[in-house]
């Protein structure tokens, strides 16, 4: 058993902030308890990209290019959920946001993430 339930995801104009919230559940993240959680998005006609991660401590964290210093990803004290604050947000940022948990590290490849949220839309306009 295993979920993850993402949150936060809405309409912005730009240069506005979003915080979004993924909740991992279920039996198998009970047991195996030292993954990473990750933020990945995808934009209409766009390969999946990669944007944040942070480790099962919550003490590493990793970011991508594209939104680096623009956002910060944290662990709750439980570790079994994870944020993702964005901040200065620009109408580029639009795409659907996905949750991720993997137990390969801190990975920037989507194929080392065993379970992925169904994703939030964020959209930002101009």
């Known amino acids: 058993q295993a979920q993850l339930e993402e949150s936060g995801g809405g309409l912005v104009q730009a240069g506005g902030s979003l915080r979004l919230s993924c909740t991992a559940s279920?039996?198998?993240?009970?047991?195996?308890?030292?993954?990473?959680m990750a933020w990945f998005r995808q934009a209409l006609g766009k390969e999946r990209e990669f944007v944040a991660a942070v480790s099962w401590t919550g003490s590493n964290t990793v970011y991508g290019d594209s939104m680096k210093g623009r956002v910060t990803i944290s662990r709750d004290n439980g570790k079994n959920v994870v944020h993702l604050q964005m901040n200065s947000l620009k109408p580029e940022d639009t795409a659907v946001y996905y949750c991720?948990?993997?137990?390969?590290?801190?990975?920037?490849?989507?194929?080392?993430?065993?379970?992925w949220g169904q994703g939030t839309q964020v959209t930002v306009s101009s």
């Open positions: 991720a948990v993997g137990w390969s590290g801190l990975s920037l490849k989507e194929n080392q993430y065993a379970y």
């Open positions: 279920g039996h198998t993240f009970d047991t195996f308890t030292t993954y990473t």
